[in-house]
């Protein structure tokens, strides 16, 4: 029961995070369903500066080695629409859960983007 309520309140605390984000995302979660091993598969989380200032993305990171990140250099002025995009790959057959951690310039807090899937051969 003590798990469950730890679960509960995390998981009220990042929605709490989320809605204090200026970027409004389309999605913050993508199932890939199944992939095949050793190919790439293509990604993208879109997003909307909702603030009345410009905001820059100031770190973009991948759980792991097997996912490469690409994102905005440049600043997203107030509602703008950019994405943030990743390539994986992985080697490992099975069932995976990665994230992407997101930084922005007006927060110190952390955002995470999460996808998921199978490897088959």
């Known amino acids: 029961m003590k798990k469950l309520t730890s679960i509960l309140m995390l998981g009220i605390a ?9 970027l409004k995302w389309k999605t913050t979660s993508i199932d890939l369903g199944q992939v095949s091993k050793d190919k790439v598969t293509q990604l993208s989380f879109e997003f909307t500066n909702t603030s009345s200032a410009a905001i820059r993305i100031v770190e ?18 107030a509602g703008e629409t950019a994405s943030i995009s990743a390539d994986f790959k992985s080697a490992k057959l099975g069932a995976f859960k990665k994230n ?5 310039s007006d927060s110190d807090e952390y955002t995470y983007l ?8």
């Open 100 to 104: 992407i951690r997101i930084k922005t």
């Open 14 to 22: 990042v929605a709490v995070v989320a809605a204090m984000t200026p």
């Open 60 to 77: 973009a990171k991948g759980s792991c080695g097997c996912t490469k990140i690409q994102f905005p250099q440049e600043e997203i002025k």
């Open 114 to 121: 999460h996808f998921n899937g199978e490897v088959v051969e």
